[in-house]
């Protein structure tokens, strides 16, 4: 069993920043590929961000590439999302996401373990 918890969300103006954590128990963190997804409201859950268990590469959706930095603690068994310069188009509810196995980690289907997520909103 694999726990994640998500925190950080909360309400920002346009060009602020927020640090989203993912804590993760239940198993050895540092096995996994983490994600971070996100769903605006009405709309499908699109990826926004991954990095490899050992932290050595990380791959970004376009809309938040230069704006988005994701890292990972495993000492802490936590990763993180820094998100510079947010736009409203930003607002959504923010997902973590672990991979046992090897896929591409853009994709949903993935990842086996997922959080329940937390709210970001980027008022205008």
């Known amino acids: 069993q694999v726990q994640l918890v998500e925190s950080g969300g909360g309400l920002v103006q346009a060009g602020g920043s927020l640090r989203l954590s993912c804590a993760a128990s239940?198993?050895?963190?540092?096995?996994?590929?983490m994600g971070w997804f996100r769903q605006a409201p009405g709309k499908d859950r699109k990826f926004v961000a991954s990095?490899?268990?050992?932290?050595?590469?990380?791959y970004y959706a376009d809309s938040v590439k230069g704006r988005f930095t994701i890292s990972r603690d495993n000492a802490k068994s936590t990763v993180y999302l820094q998100m510079n310069s947010l736009k409203p188009e930003d607002t959504a509810v923010y997902y973590c996401?672990?991979?046992?196995?090897?896929?591409?980690?853009?994709?949903?289907?993935?990842?086996?373990?997922w959080g329940q997520g937390t709210q970001v909103t980027v008022s205008s």
């Open positions: 990095i490899s268990w050992s932290g050595s590469s990380t």
């Open positions: 996401a672990a991979a046992n196995s090897y896929g591409d980690y853009a994709l949903g289907i993935s990842y086996d373990y």
């Open positions: 239940g198993r050895t963190f540092s096995s996994y590929a």
